[in-house]
């Protein structure tokens, strides 16, 4: 049974995960109507155009859809980090009965889409590929359980979002491990001591939000430079923000009472602005709020919106702008691969391994949960946009036409996935397992 407590902040993020899901469907319809309209040269030229800085020691300067994909795409990679640190520590992954049900549908929606993508390729060209199929969208797959309504209980949502927070944990240390390039140690090295710097203050206790971005923008372009992906950077250094407030309720409460009895008496102005004395008692209290937040919540709260509704709009506005015409040389191998992954991969691995993990129980599935719904679900698994586009370029950044062919492959095997879950789950019988 699902704790009352957890049910408000779920349902919030449900919410904004859902609404975030519709605008990444219009802004990648926007971006497919866009490239393949007689605009298509400007959608292309928009996103090549280099902007940066170039002196004589040092150089920055990358098209605007590397800023997107390496630097916008940090800022998502730092609030999965955030959301794994939470989920990790207090939240449902933080036991090994709550992370055994997601884990197994995790390592299903991983293991068995790149077992699959490795039996099917057989070009060596595209065999850097095989992590394309093992990642899912949280976003859309929300997106469609909202649709359903109470037809899904609130359990199955929680299952999904706690398994594609374990599926990013894979992704993340797929791409940290198979997707970086030449690595410079020295560069390296000077990243991991400022993070190590950060990580010690966090376990002391202190933290600044001055600090954290300062050695931030330092370690991402430390990260960029050394050959290791820069989305890493935000991963890790989510892990130097404290879960843990810095005074108790009760301390706040006095506070607070004693800042709100301090401000009733302090005399009344007839004009419109405060006093010194109430200026001086709402400095007091900000700073007592400061204390009393979890930086880390308080992070997370304030960057999920911009990251559902804007950072992750704008990277599918970017990405998902695929020229599709007789005259396209687009692969149909790879997309026929990524497709066949996506769909049964995901479908098969999650939906086999965790009733098979019941069935020898090894897990302890919620009794509203039952077989159709998990295999429902194990097809919205399926849906792979943000995450699968984002590797299909690491994979294939040599190649556009390898990227283009892995796009199209990816929202061809998302919709038949999204399409397929959501009938399933629609048609339930709603027969306990």
């Known amino acids: 049974m699902i704790q009352k407590v957890f049910l408000t902040p779920f349902q919030k993020f449900v919410k904004i995960e859902s609404f975030s899901g519709i605008l990444l469907m219009i802004a990648t319809l926007v971006a497919l109507f866009w490239a393949n309209s007689p605009y298509s040269d400007t959608y292309q030229s ?8 170039t002196t004589e020691t ?22 999965i980090g955030l959301e794994i640190k939470r989920e990790l520590l207090i939240g449902e ?11 197994f549908g995790a390592l299903g929606g991983m293991l068995v889409p790149v077992a699959l993508f490795m039996v099917l390729n057989q070009n060596p060209e595209t065999f850097k590929g095989w992590g394309i199929p093992m990642a899912t969208d949280i976003a859309f797959s929300l997106a469609i359980l909202k649709l359903l309504g109470n037809r899904v209980p609130l359990s ?20 940290a491990l198979f997707y970086s390039g030449n690595l410079n140690g020295a560069m390296i090295i000077s990243a991991l001591v400022l993070l190590a710097i950060l990580y010690l203050l966090s376990f002391k206790g202190y933290y600044s939000k001055f600090l954290m971005l300062s050695f931030g923008v330092i370690i991402w372009v430390l990260f960029l430079k050394s050959g290791i992906h820069p989305t890493v950077a935000g991963i890790l250094l989510a892990f130097s923000v404290p879960v843990r407030q810095r005074i108790s309720t009760s301390v706040f409460l006095d506070n607070l009472i004693s800042i709100s009895n301090n401000i009733k008496n302090v005399a009344k102005s007839e004009k419109p602005i405060l006093s010194k004395e109430q200026i001086e008692q709402i400095d007091e209290l900000e700073d007592w709020t400061n204390k009393y937040q979890s930086p880390l919540q308080h992070l997370e709260h304030k960057l999920h919106s911009w990251v559902a509704y804007f950072i992750i709009p704008i990277f599918a506005f970017a990405n998902a702008g695929v020229a599709i015409s007789s005259n396209t040389a687009l692969d149909v191998v790879i997309i026929r691969n990524i497709v066949v992954c996506l769909v ?24 509203e949960i039952n077989n159709q719904q998990i295999i429902g679900v194990s097809f919205l698994a399926g849906i792979g946009f943000t995450m699968a586009i984002f590797i299909a370029s690491l994979a294939f950044k040599d190649n556009p036409k390898f990227i283009d062919s892995a796009k199209v492959g990816i929202l061809i095997g998302s919709f038949i996935s999204a399409i397929l879950g959501y009938f399933i789950l629609r048609f339930n019988k709603k027969q306990s397992i």
């Open 46 to 53: 928009i996103w090549q155009y280099n902007i940066g800085i």
């Open 156 to 175: 199955l949502k929680v299952f999904l979002t706690a398994f594609a927070i374990v599926d990013d944990i894979g992704a993340v240390l797929v791409i």
């Open 93 to 103: 992954l933080n036991s090994v009965k709550k992370i055994a049900f997601p884990l």
């Open 344 to 367: 049964l991969g995901n479908s098969i691995g999650i939906s086999s391994i965790v009733l098979l993990a019941k069935k020898i129980k090894l897990i302890e599935i919620p009794t």
């Open 58 to 79: 040092f150089s920055l300067n990358k098209p605007l859809l590397l800023w997107v994909n390496d630097g916008l795409m940090a800022i998502f990679f730092f609030l």
